[in-house]
């Protein structure tokens, strides 16, 4: 899962596609848009295995 590190952490699960010390990308299921690729900043979110 990916969670930002702030007041709002929702997190988001998916399988990590890219770990990079500037980035994060994750591919998860969308019920409208199929398969997405997610992109996060590396600054400000956590990285957690479930």
């Known amino acids: 899962t990916v969670t930002p590190e ?3 952490s ?4 998916g ?3 890219r770990l990079t010390g500037r980035d994060i990308a994750i591919r998860r299921t969308d019920s409208r848009a199929g398969d ?3 992109h996060f900043p590396r600054a400000g979110y956590r990285v957690e295995s479930v």
């Open 10 to 13: 929702v997190p988001v699960a």
């Open 6 to 8: 702030d007041y709002g």
């Open 15 to 17: 399988e990590l596609v």
């Open 36 to 38: 997405v690729v997610v």
